[in-house]
């Protein structure tokens, strides 16, 4: 079984991507106008995206909506397909929003472009995996280059600091979800998360107990969770595998803690909702309290030090970690499913549309911070009184964000927990819910304090007019509109993230 | 056949006027300052087409033009829908509320002009104004103070984009109300209305007395919508049943059969909590004192709001569920008594006032307090009849109110008189609505009061009580609604604003001068119209007898309702009260046969309790907000805050400074000790899952 012309079709998405970013850097060489570099950078985008949506209509028409490739190594369904679209999208708005940023190192703008477009295309190999080993190739290749990418300011000592910790910390990740995986191997004897043929039996098929009474019945599985757990909290910021995400965030280029909070964050999410359901479904009973406690704590630890927060990307780093927990909440209501009469993909639909949502109002208050950043130079919340007058826009579209965060409508963010608390309630878990709306009330006092200070005190000597240029004004738009059009009308979002739970659930 | 898509076109169109004139028109500035009057007229009218045809498909079809509601979103197995419902009720309010806003769009054509000479009038006058604009900048809302809108203060259409912009997003909110399909679409556009009447009535912002009563709208309304949102959540609470029943619980057409399924003790709470929405909306006791503060807007805007917009939603609203209401006797008993409460109450208020526009103000109320009785004694048809009428003739008595103060730049009575020999066409259509206000055959006022005057007198009990809560009513507003014309239009002209002393004047109508004359035809162009509909409106829409053209009782059968018969009796003793009223007034204010002055003294202490609205704004305000709210309530809550809340708060910082900064202090043993988190993480989680395992 060789290398057929369909593995080659079912990965196009992520080889036009890494031809992409050679292509960009190669440019770079040759050009000397880096506008033209920005250009084809966006709109050679359109190329993978425009595969990946022909994958999306080829497996919509199939039997079982998927497609593997490289003899299972990869699945192809909609809900890989789902996160590539949204990884895709999200690229394209970082690149807008990023340009006059990374113009302070114009010399390697184009490199910073390759290596973004390098680890996005790990990120989106990640919720196609179909066994652990392509699970662990896909997420070195998306965490190497940000490693670089987290000290691009070399000349700054706290961006090399965050790229150190970065490094030496997803290392110490990456080998517990490497223990993890082995545990799971010795236990099973297969690293499948879906099944490719009959003679190679996915996880799921191999689970035994050896321990009636103990969680997961099973002393070698029950290690392995746990490791994989750690393992995939690194990337998810979830408590209390959270402490390097406020320092990254604060010390890394600003359009780099934005990829990170939410690219880094959707693909982990995939993966582990690829993984923990599709192989580790049938013993979800016995994770799922895990996953809503660790939504408690996590939410709730996220929130309350973000209050104590001066600087605003801090602040939105522990706002990320909070934002980690209220998905977390719908991981967990996927698992409480055994039993239970509810609907099996509420959980995994309001994970996914949240993640979408997600996307939207906390690149849109990224962006905002970016571009206000990138002309006031002072990163503290205080540095942001005054902006309703100095600029109306930018303050207007990031008090929008804001509003949105905290979960007040007409915002994406408020339909996001709605979904989420409502699949927590279905599926059992009141008390998660009434932690998560108790949550949002006090996350309201950290976010709304920015509008506060934006609005209500006076500018602090400097009060010249703050403005984005084109792209990133741009940018800023589309997420504001998106965050507002997803929070009025769902439907769309929401049918996507349907489309992409059912395929997940076929691949049992 | 009435398309979907043109009753959505009714919302669109006048929300694409607010649109283009707040995003396109106001940016431009000055040249084009005088465009938004016509988007927004345009607009109104083809809207007013749209009504129009709504009404001839919904009575070619018999009925309700059904349209299957749109799924908004789901969660879970509950279905939140948007939709269009179009019945005759609703076809009576689009004409109502469009035919209106378009007649007062054009109005204010006129008279949110300035004028160059001499001060000019409308939005009034700012020039003299500019040093507290200056102050305003100081505090850094220039953006928006009188020299905002881009456009220099003399510019006589310095004040269109923004009032136009508000007007379409007003009449937009109300068509979106009436046509909603589901309760909570149907809020969603209560609140908009809200909202722009509150930008409405604050237009004039930079007047505290303006920024204070466009306040006190927003809030009063808002503690009656308090009601309304806790029937929203009680109905939702009760969603098993209705869904069990395949009913979705928030549509409308669903909730009109939902009655049974829910028992009375669940449908009275229902009904009343909606009501309580309604009282804030419609001004009713006791929630009835920010209707006469919201004068303070620009009159052509209290015109809109007292005929066809906002206070008749709270009416609508009740006669869109009454299905609902009819099920719970407690409910309408309450809503009877409240309205015809309200009725007596407020015409007294009306007796002593010598604003022109607060006599119309708590008219209104009394007016809506008969059309809440309607619906308590179970005549909501007859409701709807009476807003339909009352919005004509209370709306040309606004115009014509806006129009005597183009005149004379005072809206005090006491400055007025004589007015007739310079205002012939103000003085005939308003005296017009004066006497369809009085309720005097055959005009329009006349019909509908006596039929629910005949409905209340046919109820039990509490009909019969609050019949001679109407019948007193009926005596005062005729009485005051002749005072207005007399003093207003008769005897000696007593000086206008001319005679109002410097200090006493609004700073903003400071420079004015009288300049006795008729307004322009673009003002008084739609006054006349109204005069024509509320002379015909009440004898066209609902005629006794077969007219030729509307066959008799046009209107009851439309709404799907048994014609109201006519009771001899009831009409006789209704009008001789009205003439009685008429005939004091007469001898009071025009022949001076009885001394206005010596009936205030003999009756002082009632007069003083009339003229201080019995007291209730110092009661909401000094004792409730000052006494009750400010130094109980919220102290307790401001000590919780500081001692409970900030406490915990700063304990929280506290712990996140100061774990921040013990990790700062080992800066190279951060990444390590993150590391070790990750471990301990690790085991943290084995050793509680090992021992929910062994245990």
Redesign the interface.
Known sequence: MGLTSTDIYLISPELALAGLALAVVLLDLALKNKTVVLGVAVVGLLVPIAFAVSLWVRVDGLVFARETGFNGSLVIDQFAIFFKLLLLGILVLVLLASNEYTGRFRRYQAEFTGLVFFSATGLMLLPAAGDLITVYVALELASLPIVALAAFLKMQARSTEAG??YL??SG??SA?LLYGFALLYAATGTMRIVSPSAAEPSIAQMLTVT?A???FGNVAV??GV??V??GF??KLSM???Q??TP?VYEGAPTPVSAFLAVASKSAAFAVVLRVFYSALGDVSA?WSL?FAALAAVTMSVGN??A???SNVKRLLGYSTIAHAGYMLVGVAAIAARAGDA??GS?GIVSVLFYLGGYAAMNLAAFFAVIAITNRTGNETVRGLAGLG?RS?LLAGMLAFALVSLTGIPPTVGF?GK??VF?AAI?TGYTWLAVIGVINSVVSA?YYLNIVRVMYLQ?ADGDARPVSANAPATVALAFTSIAVLLFGL???GL?DAARAAATALLQTL | MFSEWAAWAIIALPLAAFAINAFIVRPLGAPAARLAGYVTVTALAVTLVLSVLALMAVQDAHGTAGYEPHLWFAVGPFDMTIGIFLDPLTAIMLIVVSSISLLVQVYSLGYMRREPAHGGHAAEERAVHAGAAHAHDAHGHGGDAPVGDGVSREHPYADYPRYFAYMGLFTASMLGLVLSSNLIQLFIFWELVGLSSYLLIGFYHWRPSAAAAAKKAFIVTRIGDFGFLLALLYIFSHRAELMAAGLNPFDIRDLHQAAPLLGPGVVTWIALGLFAGAVGKSAQFPLHTWLPDAMEGPTPVSSLIHAATMVAAGVFLMARMFPLFEESATALNLIALTGGFTALFATSMGLVVHDIKRVLAFSTVSQLGYMMLAVGVGAPVIAMFHLFNHAFFKCLLFLGSGSVHHSVHTFDMRKMGGLKRWMPVTYVTVLIGAISLAGIFPLAGFWSKDEILVAAWEGDTVGRLVFLFGIGAAFMTAFYSFRMIYLTFHGEFRGGIDAVPMAERIPDEAHHAVHRHESPRVMTTPMVVLAGAAVLSGIVANAPFDLGIVPAHWFAHFLEEEAPHFNWPIAIVSTLVALGGIGLATLMYRTNAISAEGMALTLKPFHVLLSRRYYMDELYEGLIVRRVLYRGVFQAADWIDRHIVDGTVDLAGWLGRNTGRAMAQVQTGQVQLYGVGIALGVVVILLVLLTQGGG
Do not use: C, E, R
Request: hydrophobic share 60%; glycine share 6%; aromatic share 12%.
């Open positions: 150190l910790k030496v910390l110490v990740s517990v321990h009474g103990l969680p029950l290690a746990v490791l757990l750690a909290g690194f408590v209390p595998f402490m390097w320092d016995d895990v309350l030090v209050i104590a927060q509810g609907d509420l007058q109306p339909m709605l979904f409502n279905n006092y006076p009308w769902p439907t929401l």
